[in-house]
């Protein structure tokens, strides 16, 4: 008889020490809540939320466990590591903006580059780690607009600062799985790809639905740079769980689970931008678009994930349709704009509790 997918996750983190870098970002503060969830002993490294109506902040993940560090600072994050002694380690810190990488190259390869490096020698000090995820993202590959999606053994590469940045991430984390982690009894340890996630609580500059929603609450038209480039839109929940298989896997399993793993939608859920954001305008129940180009740094028109590898040796796939991501995400900015930015913890817990629903009707482990 086969368990349901939270099932097993719930039953794995039990009680388990989980480092989360990153913890006050989007990804990080779902991971947080859902490991939390899990009754997992969460340990976070990261700057302090960007703002009080991010996701970290206004669902209340604040803890004592709380290390407010720039990863670049390798002795701080030895530190934390050597005090902490967690068994795992997701690793989501980064500077995950392609225009502000635009707009400060330097500092975007001082943190996606030397900052997984600090968590990797971190790591390759602390015996009590024994497996890590590295989130990357699927701009680490070198993007030639093909019609298919990109595979884990594709050539990784970057025409702009941030996707190089995650490319060179990727070698980084390759040099010390082979130089480091390949002997029996090391970590296991794994890069994870994926790109454009939404969901509630993300205020970043520079993207689709923290600018729609922006526009929305204001009352103005929401500007469209690239109209018709194409994004593999998924919410924020989806991929979690992706992660989470990979480092319960990475334990039960050992060096077999090593590597590079894609998570994304089904290439037939890609849209375009104009369809994204007319999309939040209905789910919203108002708003205007208007298109203004803009050229003043590179953007992808076309980026696709094959998602086999996953599919297949780990049983994952995304679950949400199109719409569905879009509804979920709006309507949690909906929520917390009619509370007039109020606590959003309880609704948060209902988002996550529907999900699991979900996936342990159509996944199993």
């Known amino acids: 008889m086969t368990a349901g997918i939270s ?24 991971l947080t809540l859902w490991l939390r969830r899990m009754e997992a002993t969460i340990i976070g490294v990261a700057l302090p939320p960007i ?12 803890s004592s466990a709380d290390n407010f560090c720039d990863i670049r600072d390798l002795a701080a994050v030895k530190r ?65 607009e093909q019609i298919w999606g990109y595979r884990e053994h594709d050539r990784l590469g970057g025409a702009d600062p941030y996707s190089a940045s995650k ?11 082979r130089s480091y982690f390949a002997p029996a009894g090391t970590v296991n340890v794994a890069s994870a790809r994926a790109g454009n996630v939404v969901g509630g609580g993300d205020w970043s500059e520079f993207r689709l639905i923290p600018d729609c929603i922006r526009s929305l609450r204001e009352g103005t038209p929401i500007r469209i740079r690239h109209p018709q480039a194409t994004r593999p839109w998924q919410f924020v929940l989806e991929p979690l769980v992706g992660y989470m298989l990979l480092a319960m896997r990475l334990n039960e399993k050992g060096k077999e689970f090593q590597g590079a ?5 089904a290439v037939d859920n890609t849209n375009t931008v104009a369809r994204g954001a ?8 108002e708003g205007t678009i208007e298109y203004v180009p803009n ?17 297949r040796q780990l049983g994952w796939r995304a679950v949400l349709d199109f719409e569905e991501t879009m509804r979920f995400t709006t309507e949690w900015y ?32």
């Open 51 to 62: 703002s009080p109506r991010a996701a970290f902040s206004a669902i209340g993940l604040t």
């Open 334 to 365: 909906k929520r917390q704009h009619q509370s007039h930015d109020g606590p959003m913890r309880e609704f948060s817990l209902e988002q996550l509790a529907g999900y699991e629903q979900r996936i342990d009707r159509e996944l199993t482990v």
């Open 167 to 177: 490319a060179a991430a990727e070698q980084v984390i390759a040099a010390y799985a």
């Open 7 to 30: 099932e097993a996750l719930h039953s794995f983190f039990r009680n388990r020490r989980v480092l989360v870098t990153g913890h006050t970002g989007l990804m990080g503060s779902w």
């Open 80 to 144: 934390i590591m050597r005090e902490a002694s967690p068994e795992i380690v997701f690793h989501l810190a980064a500077q995950p903006i392609v225009g502000l990488a635009h707009q400060d190259p330097i500092y975007t390869f001082e943190v996606n580059v030397m900052g997984t490096g600090n968590i990797l020698e971190s790591v390759r000090a602390q015996p009590s780690v024994k497996s890590m995820v590295m989130i990357t993202s699927d701009k680490c590959y070198e993007n030639v």
């Open 295 to 311: 050229v003043t740094f590179h953007e992808s028109t076309l980026l696709q994930l094959d998602c086999t590898k996953a599919r």
């Open 261 to 265: 793993w894609n998570f994304g939608p």
């Open 278 to 285: 007319q999309t939040v305008v209905e789910c919203w129940g």
